[in-house]
């Protein structure tokens, strides 16, 4: 097992006991709830006449099923409208703090928790959530769970967890022109496979990771639990520290700020630390990836050729045949030149400030093209109003986006925000399961947001560093 | 606090086979299908996808509020042939269950009536989940997991035996070993796989966990 690691450190300062079933029982230090997830475990407490133990370390804000679009109440979707009531009800009777669309502060759960300055190093954080593993590029141990883990936290601020194995995986060099963090992981996971991470966490360290912005390492550890791992990491550094530093909590308490750092290096991986397994990527080889199936990791670089099933390992070899038929691609040919019906700038993964701007650099002087919908839906209502102010709407909407309120929106289809038919879309987000952006027929390919930019303009997968503009991180 | 949670050592019922890898939580519920606050009636949107033409849930429904949908409507799909319809342990393949951590997934399976999952492997998440509502996920080697899909396929009335405590599978003659994860057997079989009365209890434990943390406040 591991030892000296980020992980090693936070679980043995969370672990209340060992349990009867062989589990530890760790603390939480940062609940996040959701419209979706939530309600029938707050209907669980309520039957078993259970109140919520800690509503101070319990923070709501309202993501999956928010229309982007006309936001006035009832919304039009009775079910949509019907979800929000309850939670309204819930935070309520609990004494939830609840950042709601009149807050100014709403948005998706993983792009708000950073921004108030709550996810912290050294915490550990959960939410009814996969993707709650993007907050572990703060340093803290962040995991998703299911509602009847929700019902254990609301009741007991804890959760019963195994421990995992530790898997370093270390990105050398720098990136190239066009190539972001969501390459990095995209092609992490073409090699471990979607069910490689399966019994690991994983800390992803090497200066490709280090020279990121805290955006980047987001994204990274965001898309993670596409790989089979339940969390992932990096270890806080001055450029965590600063955006730390940057946010309202610890601008109004500047002391708290002084008082933590001390406990935020403490938990660092040692130097000397001991992993279960180590994998080395060279960032410097890497080109922008795009998906071609329907996992995430069925990623190929936009200038190689789509692989022949036959090629890949056994196990995968059915669901990339099944994948081809559904995306109606075939092996030896490149993604670039795919066409393109909707072009989706947006979600946990890719919806932060400087994923709109590198965007917004591709799309500047351009038109969308006359058979594509585009639509930016930034993750948090913090980052529209910022992307607002410096212009980044204007310029967006001079193009022909639709530029819409945060939320959740195209990544999975909940609210009006929904691919129709066979429609193939070019997007930001994690997830390209048939189904997932709300049509059984819908095609989607995953790459970064500089890439969808280009798409939505082309009309087709294009290759971004064959426009100019492009940016490198 | 622990009595009225069943210890859960055997299972026995018909099978079920769900052919293919990686299948995501996204076709085994949805997302449309969770606009709801309760997980009550989500067994009839198990696969939908997989299992319908039409993109929405069909309007009409017989006498006891199931829903009737007609012949052409059906796609070919296990869930949806008669002879697996009182089927209650699932066969499933590699990496069941991964993507988003939606215990509607489970509750969906649960509620259309499955009691038990026997496969390759799983997703953590999912099989957590699982777990939390008493549904054993249950490993076993690739070929025995083909074997017993062929086998259920042709024998969907016959019995399988799932023996949690002692890690075996039971069908047609034979006995396979499988694999439990040592926490999920131990919580299933001692009857202590609800969380929440087994956690409660350390109140205390809790309170100095907590207290030790710089960045947590009192109570």
Request: proline share 5%.
């Amino acid at each position: 097992m591991s030892s000296g690691t980020l992980y090693d450190a936070v679980w043995d300062r969370h672990k209340v006991t060992t349990l009867p079933n062989g589990q530890d029982q760790l603390f939480v230090g940062l609940h996040l709830i959701h419209e979706v997830t939530s309600p029938q475990a707050f209907g669980m407490l309520r039957e078993r006449d259970i109140d919520v133990a800690r509503p101070d370390l319990t923070l709501a804000t309202v993501d999956h099923i928010l229309p982007t679009a006309d936001q006035s109440r009832p919304y039009g979707d009775d079910a949509a409208e019907e979800m929000m009531t309850e939670l309204e009800a819930n935070v309520r009777d609990a004494g939830i703090e609840f950042l709601d669309p009149t807050s100014g502060d709403q948005g998706i759960v993983h792009v708000v928790g950073p921004e108030q300055g709550l996810t912290q190093p050294g915490k550990t954080i959960v939410c009814g959530d996969s993707h709650t593993s993007t907050h572990g590029a703060f340093g803290a141990i962040a995991l998703g769970i299911g509602t009847s883990q929700i019902r254990d936290v609301l009741a007991t601020q804890t959760i019963a967890m195994d421990k995992q194995q530790v898997r370093k995986i270390e990105v050398t060099g720098d990136l190239g022109e066009g190539v972001e963090a969501k390459d990095v992981i995209l092609e992490i996971i073409r090699r471990l496979g979607t069910d490689g991470g399966v019994g690991y966490v994983y800390e992803y360290a090497g200066e490709a990771i280090e020279s990121l912005g805290m955006e980047g390492r987001m994204s990274i550890c965001n898309m993670t639990i596409e790989g089979g791992a339940r969390a992932g990491y990096v270890n806080p550094d001055e450029t965590t520290y600063e955006w730390l530093e940057q946010t309202d909590y610890f601008q109004e308490n500047p002391d708290e700020f002084d008082r933590l750092k001390p406990y935020w290096e403490s938990i660092r991986s040692d130097g000397d630390a001991e992993y279960d397994d180590v994998v080395t990527i060279d960032g410097s080889s890497l080109e922008p990836v795009v998906t071609w199936g329907t996992t995430p990791g069925q990623g190929v670089g936009i200038t190689d050729p789509i692989p022949e099933p036959e090629t890949l390992p056994e196990e995968k070899q059915d669901t990339a045949r099944r994948a081809q038929e559904h995306m109606r691609v075939g092996p030896g040919d490149t993604m670039d030149g795919y066409e393109i019906d909707v072009a989706f700038l947006g979600s946990c993964t890719n919806a932060r400030l400087p994923d709109l701007r590198r965007a917004s650099k591709i799309v500047e002087g351009r038109e969308v093209h006359d058979d594509v919908r585009a639509l930016v839906v930034p993750g948090s209502q913090r980052v529209q109003h910022a992307a607002e102010e410096e212009g980044l709407k204007d310029v967006f909407e001079a193009a022909g986006f639709d530029w819409r309120n945060a939320g959740c929106s195209m990544c999975l289809g909940m609210n009006e925000d929904q691919l129709e038919g066979d429609e193939a879309c070019a997007s930001s987000s994690n997830r390209n399961f048939i189904g997932r952006q709300g049509s059984k027929d819908g095609r989607t390919i995953l790459m970064n947001p500089q890439m969808v930019a280009a798409a939505a303009i082309e009309g087709e997968v294009t290759d971004v560093r064959e426009l100019s503009e492009v940016v490198t991180v | 606090m622990t009595e009225d949670i069943p210890s859960v050592e055997n299972l026995s019922g018909t099978g079920i086979p769900i052919r293919g890898n990686d299948i995501d939580t996204d076709q085994i519920i949805p997302a449309r299908f969770m606009k709801v606050v309760t997980f009550d009636g989500l067994g009839e949107f198990a696969f939908f996808d997989q299992r319908f033409e039409s993109a929405t849930p069909p309007e009409s429904r017989d006498g006891d509020g199931e829903a009737v949908v007609a012949d052409d409507e059906q796609k070919d799909h296990p869930m949806n042939e008669a002879r697996y319809q009182d089927a209650s342990i699932m066969v499933v393949n590699n990496n069941f269950g991964c993507g988003s951590s939606r215990e509607h997934a489970p509750q969906a399976l649960m509620r259309w009536g499955i009691d038990a999952l026997i496969g390759e492997s799983f997703a953590e998440i999912f099989a957590g989940n699982c777990l939390a509502l008493g549904i054993p996920t249950v490993t076993a080697e690739p070929e025995d997991v083909r074997d017993l899909q062929n086998w259920v396929e042709e024998y969907p009335d016959a019995e399988i035996d799932v023996d949690v405590a002692a890690e075996t599978v039971h069908f047609d003659d034979r006995t396979i070993s499988v694999s439990v994860d040592e926490g999920q057997r131990k919580a299933l079989v001692e009857g202590i796989w609800d969380t929440t009365a087994l956690m409660k209890s350390n109140q205390q434990a809790i309170a100095d966990t907590a207290a030790n943390l710089p960045y947590v406040g009192g109570d």
